[in-house]
């Protein structure tokens, strides 16, 4: 086991996750962790099931004595998000996730964890693998592809879960059971581009690096940097001075990610090179105030970089930085009803210059429909104003918080009876599966629970430790109780 997990309690959890960080699961390429959890289903003599998309359903029996307790499911995905820091060297498709424990937490080095959503799929397969939880009858769901839309949960049958109960171990935050979040929606904008051969002048990469990112939800009230929007603003300043042609252009990594770097490579007349670079220097001061302790470690940079041997015109350049700067982003609305909670809200994500074609990729979220499809139509009318054609993609429903159900009024009962007091009850600006999955199966109360874990979506990610064995020790007697 790895030197950073070998003494932490829950000792079957931790194992499990150790096992896991050496096995590569990217969204849609979860292949290897799926049948992981198959050989650990089928050595336990379980029933397994798995539909077209590649989610798997684990039935267990109740612990004897138990078998007329209500089924109760436990859910968590396999996927996670990569991300890494700019000079860390990893290969998400082979290497495993380098762990590091610093006091109460662990972190990984230089990438995302996968604490998200490791944690609760460990904890699920602790449960699988128990003797001793006096539990009722069980049934586990591990889904794919949920950090790039939920398209595991949304192509999830009908039909096939029994359980009474939903428990879905994808929560953040200890001391708290969610009972709803938001719904979803992908919004990409398109503009056909002439390359053409560069007038003049030496090549230059613009870089926009060192801002915190983040998961697009969770921290979108954070005021936190976007690196789109900063590079749209500085190329905007630069285009007003200097007829510079774009080469490259990259930004983002996914949809549910908030940009943490983007660049784009120039070819500037060399007589306005040390102007650009003026600007440039100006525009990091100024945005750097502006974010302030928010995203202190912004760096906006100009280093010369081999000229481009294809390039896009001032005036289409001029275009992108004015979208880039222009698009929405951010919190849109609070909930009227729910202190603290944001209702709406949208995410500039990626940006790419691919052979003939600049493509935006945004994410709108509110747990009322038509505050996402009016957002989503904001974003539209913005990108179609700068000439781009706009595509409505893949979505989610919300779920709506029902703080009386019987599950949650269980969840608290015990969660009074081990701790002293009730759970916090929360909603969540962002999607969970279990809203997804629930639509389909109405009669099924839906709850989720999780330890603490910060900065998921970025290479800030880590989980605090104590706060497993506390989620751990909260799983383990709902289980038995109810």
Known sequence: MTSALIDLEPKELWKNFDELTQIPRASTKEAAAREWVLKKARALGLETQEDKVGNIVVRKPAHPGREKAPTILL???????????????????????????????????????????????CAALAVMESKDIAHGPLEFCFTVDEETGLTGAAEFPGGILKSKFFFNLDNEEIGTLCIG??????????????????????GWRLKVSGLKGGHSGVDIHQGRGNALRILGKVL????????????????????????????????????????VQSIVSALEKEIREDLGGFDPGLKITLEKEAAPKQVISSDEAKRVADVLASCPHGVIAMSPDIPGLVQTSTNLATVALNEDT?????????????????????????????????????????WKPEPKSEVVLKLQEVHQQLFGEPARLMAMHAGLECGVIGEKYPEMQLISFGPTIVDVHSPSERVQISTVQTFWKFLKTVLEKV
């Open 236 to 275: 905007q300043a630069i285009l007003e001075k200097t007829p510079v042609e774009i080469g490259e252009l990259k930004g983002g990594s996914a949809r549910n990610v908030i940009p943490r770097e983007a660049y784009a490579v120039l070819a500037i007349p060399d007589a306005n090179a040390k102007d």
């Open 181 to 202: 979040c938001s719904g979803g929606l992908n919004t990409t904008a398109r503009r056909k581009v002439q390359k053409h051969a560069p007038k003049a002048g030496s």
């Open 75 to 121: 859910q968590g995905h396999l996927d996670m998000v990569c991300e890494k820091n700019e000079t860390t060297k990893h290969d998400f498709s082979k290497d495993p996730i380098t762990v590091k424990r610093e006091g109460d937490w662990l972190r990984a080095d230089g990438t995302t964890l996968g604490a998200d959503n490791g944690v609760g799929v």
């Open 358 to 398: 600049i493509e935006l990729g945004t994410s709108q979220r509110s747990a009322i429909e038509s505050s996402k499809l009016a957002a989503a139509k904001t974003v539209a009318t913005v990108c179609r104003l700068a000439g781009f054609e706009v595509e409505f993609g893949a979505r989610y429903p919300g």
